[in-house]
């Protein structure tokens, strides 16, 4: 079995996560993508006055409708700082041995794999794929150990759509309209 693992904040999703995770079903012939909210990023923080469980409720509802997108609430069931290396052990745990995973991150990702806890592990345990963005070159150390695929140009970030919220601009086709609903109904991001 071949299942995709697509971190993040998800602070809010957005289409681009969308259509990263629809890209790597794609090419890569998946059986799934499980969409994994963060408790706590070691690498930055989660900005605006939204909870984990703000984030978890989002991503559901932003994949409710495809079948082969799942949501784990394992990072932030777990509590504390998310890695990315005990996320894919318990994924490798769940599956069995014989389940290739596909780790699935954005090219703004790349420059940090250095910083990564136990990134050589990481890597010998996954697929790592880097989606290339507009405008985004992947420079790494380990760039000939990570898959780089090219993905439709959708220049939507997690910032932006926050930003537009706060401005009270609209956010439709930015995000899901529930999760767009949601957002309005919790007040999030003003």
């Not at 409708?65 to 777990?78: G, L, Q, T």
């Not at 926050?162 to 609903?181: D, F, Q």
Request: include cysteine.
């Amino acid at each position: 079995m071949k299942i995709g693992v697509l971190g993040g904040t998800f602070n809010p999703v957005h289409i681009g996560h969308l259509v990263l995770a629809q890209e790597c079903l794609f090419r890569f012939k998946l059986g799934k993508v499980i969409f994994v909210p963060a408790h706590i990023p070691p690498h930055k923080g989660v900005e605006g006055d939204v909870s984990a469980v703000d984030r978890l409720e989002m991503v559901r509802r932003a994949v409710k409708d495809e079948p082969r997108f799942e949501v784990s609430a394992y990072e932030i069931d777990k509590k504390g700082t998310s890695y990315s290396i005990e996320t894919i052990e318990h994924f490798k745990d769940m599956y069995g041995k014989d389940v290739e995973l596909y780790f699935i991150a954005g090219s703004d990702w790349a420059e940090t794999l250095s910083t990564w806890k136990e990134i050589d592990r990481i890597l010998k345990l996954t697929t790592f794929v880097v989606a290339a963005r507009p405008g985004w070159g992947i420079k790494s150390p380990y760039r000939d150990k990570i898959t780089v695929i090219d993905i439709p140009g959708i220049g939507v970030s997690s910032s932006m759509v926050r930003e537009r919220v706060g401005k009270r601009e609209p956010i439709a086709y930015l995000v899901p309209a529930e999760v767009a609903e949601y957002i309005r109904e919790k007040k999030l991001y003003s």
